[in-house]
Every structure is written in C-alpha cells, then in structure tokens.
C-alpha cells in the first residue's frame, strides 16, 4: 500500500499535531477526516478547509472507509479507543500514532489489535509549549525528526508507507528505531530536557527575574510552559528510562559542582571542551 | 558628567561584547577608540568604521585623553590592567565594564584605584556562544537587560553616566542591582543555566542525537557551546553563590525524581503549574 489521492485518512483527535498533519494532508490533495472531541475543533478546521468532514462522533462507517488512520490522542486515551472501537476499522487498514512514548503503547496496542489491520507508530518530534488544533499552523517540520519505531509484527509495506507518511508530511529526517532506543534516547533528549527546564522554574524565590535574564535563560525555559496533563503522563509511561536519565545526569552535575567546590579549573574546562564538541554535531546537520 | 558626542570614549579589549559597544556607540556619533590585543582586531575595526583609533599598546596618552573607558575584559585580566595601568588614567575619567560577576570585582577596582577616577560596574547581558569583534553586530540589545551595580563609593552622577550608557546602547531594560543581589541572580539565570546544558550535552553516551532531537533539546543546548577559558574563570569568582544556586536546583531535581519514582503525579502536575505561571511572566515582558 502506498499513500495516493485515493488513500482515505482519518485523524483520531485534533489537537496540535492531529491538526499540522490535517494542514499538510490537505495541502498536498489527501482526503482528510476527522473524529475529535470538541465541536469548535471540527468547525475552526472546516472553516479552515484543513478537513473534508469531521464529527465529535466515533461515527462506524467513518471509521470503516479509512484506509489510514493517525491517532493523535493522550496515550491512554489512545489505548482505550482501541479496545473500545476497533472493531469498527476496515479490514487492512494501517493505523499510526503521533505519541512521545513507545514501549508502553506499541506492543500494547500491537497485542490489543485485531490481526487484519496493521499500527506502526510514529513519533513526529515537533511539538510545541502550545496546543490546540488552531495552533497547529505554527508546527514547523521542516528541521524536525521523525522516527518510526516498527516491530516484529510489522510488515515492509506498512513501515514504508508510515515512512512516506513522514515525507509528505514534509519531515526534514525521517528515521528508524525500535521502540526501545526510542524511549531511551526520548527520555534524555526530550523528557529530561523538560525535567530540567521545569526544576530549573521552581527551585528558588528570586523575583523580578524576567528584568535579569539573558537570552540564554529564556530559551532554556521556553519549555518550562508546560501542559502538565500530557508530560506527567508521558513521564510516566516511560519512568525507566527516563529515571536512568536523570540519575546519569544527577551525577554529572555532581561531578560538575564536585569540580567548582574544589576549584580544579582544568576538569572543568574538559567538561566544557566535550560538551563544545558534541554541541557543534548538531549545527551541522542543522 | 552626561554622554555627549565630545566625550571621548575608549574601549578596552575589542572582543565580542566591546566591539558591541563601539558598533552602537559609533553609529550614533561618538568618538570611539580602542585598546586590544590583536592587530587583525584593530584592522578590522577601522575597516568596518566601529571606531575611530585603535592600537594594541596600552598608549598613556590614548589612555590619559578618555572621558568613558569600557573594559571589555575577563576579570583577572581587568583586574591586572587597573594594577598596571591606572596611573595614565584622566583625573575625573569614569570607568565601567561589561563583567559577568560582581562582588569579586567591584569591591577590589574600586579598593585598587586613585581616589580621582571613578569605577561602576554594568553588566550588558547580550552574550552569545560565539566571540570575536567580527561577531559583534550579531549581539541583539533590543530585547536584552543591562544592569548598573553601584555601590556606597559611587557618585549619583557617574551611575547616572553609566545608565544612560546602557540607554545609548540600545538595552531594552536598565536596572540597578547591588553587587550581591546581581551575583546571586545570574549565579541562576545565567552560570547554572550554562552548567546544566554543559551536564545535559556530556552526561551520557548516546551516539547520533541531531537525527532525533526536537527543538527543545536544541535551544536547550545552544549555551552547550560554550568559551571554557570565561566560563570557568566567571564560576570561580561566583563560587559561592554558584554552589548555592546549584544545590537548590539540586533538591527540587530530587524532588521531581522522587515523585516520579513513586508516581506521585499530583504532585508533579503542582510542580508543572507553578513552572508554568512562573515562565508566563517572561513572555509578559519580552
């Protein structure tokens, strides 16, 4: 199977990233459905033309002329449509997800599903401190990554066609990995960038400090604006290895503060000199 | 003592930061010199037209002409000049800086220097990870703080000089800070900031991250790159306040990962709000 004009998707909650797929789908001729919760969504993205119709109803034939369907949902909210609905999907279908976690939903979902439609989840790494499909227009892909995390139960063709899912959607990487190496590397560079940014918030009184800063501290920040719904959430579903993270982090900042409480100037610079190299890596794929 | 276009203003080391004052200072019309080590820094100044007389020996008469003397130095290296230096100075010249810390510099100019010269201390806070008078005109002013830190030997008149400095530049926010309180809030906003993204950036061995970062782990990790020669020389001489403000991100870090570890998710979602709240009040002012 591969996406073409005739291909029939359905978004399964239009928030921020339900809403930049439906904006990108749409743009480039796909059908576009929508089931979502709220009303206002699915007027504000008629209005829009970002959709060809939606509902706030798990609507049976809707769901059963879907050839692909994006699950755009909280984790558990996602795992509960499936028990509660799938029956309603067509026979081969591939289903897809937009969620920041893996191993705890993907082989769930893989196990809870019926054996003639396929789910290969996805994790397209550009979201934002703000939600809403009304938001979705500023979800910029074009330096963002998008990983797909195939398992044992998946076949080629699927994996193929969630991969082109990340073209069309105008990725600027699309890449593989299982959805263990997800999580982990999840957990440091996303959850653990959260952590800090949310610590860094609320662990003294200083007032005023919005006439202090630098730039520096505002972006660090930016994330500590935080939807406490979605990432207390996924923190939880992915607590070991993002547990690990922190410790691994915990005792490099030990080192750290171990180095400035003694004053060794040269391990303090070492530290400086990786973290200068390491940091460069990323401009140049920039 | 006001800025006007006769006062003759010299710059003390033409790097990223002094050249930054001579761009802005020249466009409006001053009189600018400078003082800096390297010949290809003076060549380029002159011909870019940021200054009007630069030479890399510390000439007494050069010196002994200014009104305004900037030193744009690291702070061993100020603190040298002033031992060195200081007898050329005008009677009635008034000296400030654009030093990262306080307390262990502005007590000791001020205790070293000829009772006729008069030394109040700023910091301009536009730092990039970048450095070099040739990155100079990349240092944006028109979003960024600048903060006077005078103290019980300072005249009204010449803080007031040095405020209207950081107006001329261009900051959009000029405050006044007692050395103490300002070491104690960039201890926070800015040295821990760059101490986390240097942890973050080394703390673990996970190969090929720019193919699955997100934004947030870049911004996070700009300041990652980072000069270890200023870095580590600023948190020696903020030590103190650096231990402090490390040790309070320390606990609240441990704080969230206790409460991860036992899925208190209440409590990390009270954690989350509060580090939203906090973080709108930046966006309030920016």
């Known amino acids: 199977m591969k996406l073409t004009k005739k291909t029939n998707i359905l978004i399964v909650g239009l928030g921020l990233m339900g809403g930049s797929y439906a904006i990108a789908l749409k743009k480039k001729g796909y059908h576009v459905t929508c089931i979502t919760r709220s009303q206002s969504s699915v007027d504000y993205a008629l209005e829009q033309g970002i959709i060809d119709y939606g509902t706030t109803e798990v609507d049976p034939s809707l769901v059963g002329e879907a050839d692909l369907v994006v699950f755009s949902l909280y984790p558990r909210v996602f795992l509960d449509w499936i028990e509660r609905y799938q029956q309603y999907l067509k026979p081969g279908a591939v289903l897809t997800d937009v969620t920041g976690v893996k191993t705890s939903v993907v082989y769930r979902v893989q196990e809870l599903l019926r054996p003639d ?114 990432w207390s959430e ?53």
Chains 1, 2 share one sequence.
Not at 127 to 135: A, D, K, Q, S, W
Not at 250 to 272: H, N, P, T, W, Y
Request: glycine content about 4%; hydrophobic content about 45%; overall charge negative.
């Open 117 to 230: 439609v396929e789910f290969v989840a996805a994790h397209p790494m550009a979201g934002r401190e703000v939600y809403g499909v009304r938001n979705s227009a500023g979800v910029k892909v074009d330096e963002a990554n998008y990983i797909v995390t195939p398992t044992d139960k998946n076949t080629p063709e699927a994996v193929a066609l969630i991969k082109q899912l990340g073209e069309e959607l105008g990725y600027a990487r699309v890449s593989e990995l299982s959805p263990e190496d997800h999580d982990e590397i999840v957990a440091f560079v996303s959850q653990l960038a959260h952590c800090l940014a949310v610590v860094l918030m609320t662990c003294n009184d200083l007032q005023n400090l919005e006439n202090y800063t630098g730039n520096s501290f505002r972006d660090l920040t930016r994330i500590a604006h935080i939807n406490e719904d979605m």
């Open 234 to 286: 996924l923190f939880l579903m992915n607590r070991e290895a993002l547990l690990r993270q922190m410790d691994l982090f915990r005792a490099q900042f030990d080192r750290l503060r171990g180095q400035l409480a003694v004053g060794d100037v040269e391990a303090m610079k070492d530290m400086m000199r990786q973290s200068t190299v390491r940091r460069d890596a990323f401009d140049k794929v920039k």
